[in-house]
């Protein structure tokens, strides 16, 4: 059984700073490119971040440089480092992987997490 567990959500103020990980049980994943996803009330999942085996990144222009992902190959674990916080962040942040090179598009993501609630207040 495939899980990947996220955690860090919570409450926070504007301009506040947050991290989420993502860790794995059931397999490794090792080669695995790794994904951060958003979906906000009413509105469709949509790309956050990405980090490819060797380390490559990509962000969206919403989060690109308030936010950081980073990976623990060790561990297997991905972290979102997440700093100057705004409401309209406010979202179930989800975790995903996928073997092979990055992508942006949630369909090529066939393992994914529960997600984590990120709050921020204004």
């Known amino acids: 059984q495939v899980q990947l567990v996220e955690s860090g959500g919570g409450l926070v103020q504007a301009g506040d700073s947050l991290r989420l990980s993502c860790e794995n049980s059931?397999?490794?994943?090792?080669?695995?490119?790794r994904g951060w996803f958003r979906q906000a009330p009413g509105k469709e999942r949509e790309f956050v971040a990405v980090?490819?085996?060797?380390?490559?990144?990509s962000y969206a222009d919403s989060v690109k440089g308030r936010f950081t992902i980073s990976g623990d190959n060790a561990k297997s674990t991905v972290y979102l480092q997440m700093n100057s916080l705004k409401p309209e962040d406010t979202a179930v942040y989800y975790c995903?992987?996928?073997?092979?090179?990055?992508?942006?598009?949630?369909?090529?993501?066939?393992?994914w997490g529960q997600g984590t609630q990120v709050t921020v207040s204004s």
């Open positions: 995903a992987a996928r073997p092979g090179v990055r992508s942006t598009m949630t369909p090529d993501y066939p393992y």
């Open positions: 059931g397999r490794t994943f090792i080669g695995y490119t």
């Open positions: 980090i490819s085996w060797s380390g490559i990144t």
